[in-house]
């Protein structure tokens, strides 16, 4: 079901994103510069996961479910106040990037005790011997949080609210659905027909 949706493809590239984020900040040595692109990268698509509800809306074969994730992104606008990983991190932190190319986000070493040092500058993140790089943020609403942490509940936020929609409308997620009927497989049809009368 979920493989219907623009907002969930977003999603899937936005969740790698943040992997490959926390995979480059593991390694010993990249390039200082270059987890800013794959930063950008994620923030964008995942606050264009959230903008897709609204493609998503008008383009879904089934109507309820168009109906429901139009609710939810009507939800996200109206109580802004309540969705505040999506206004003052999502949006503010891919308007900043695009429209002035600054980001909230830098970058720290921290040691076992929890100590943070700036990096010294150089082409290479070479970082002294038990600590690791972390991302933090530097103002705004998040100010002084771990960055990476911070997208990861973006990514986490924007997959509640796919799949809190796709519910709404009595589905599953995980629901397997023909591409060009939008009904389930026939085996599946009968398994869930099987199912249902064990359990009456």
């Not at 599953?172 to 389930?184: G, S, V, Y």
Request: hydrophobic content about 40%; charged content about 25%.
């Amino acid at each position: 079901m979920k493989y219907f949706l623009n907002s969930y493809r977003a999603l899937s590239d936005g969740t790698f994103g943040v992997r490959h984020l926390q995979e480059m900040l593991d390694t010993e040595h990249f390039r200082l510069s270059n987890w800013k692109v794959v930063w950008a990268g994620t923030c964008a698509v995942l606050r264009t996961a959230i903008n897709m509800f609204q493609v998503d809306a008008k383009s879904c074969i089934d109507s309820r479910l168009g109906g429901e994730i139009a609710a939810e992104w009507k939800l996200i606008s109206d109580q802004r106040e309540e969705h505040p990983i999506f206004w003052q991190f999502l949006c503010k932190e891919r308007n900043n990037i695009m429209h002035q190319y600054e980001w909230a986000a830098y970058e720290m070493w921290m040691d076992e005790s929890g100590n943070f040092s700036p990096p010294k500058l150089s082409l290479l993140n070479v970082r002294p011997e038990n600590s690791r790089t972390v991302l933090l943020m530097r103002s705004g609403h998040y100010k002084a949080q771990d960055s990476l942490e911070l997208l990861r509940e973006g990514a986490d936020w924007v997959e509640d609210r796919i799949y809190s929609a796709i519910r709404r409308a009595g589905y599953e997620p995980d629901e397997m659905r023909n591409i060009a009927t939008f009904q389930k497989p026939p085996q599946l049809a009968r398994r869930s027909l099987l199912d249902r009368s064990l359990s009456e």
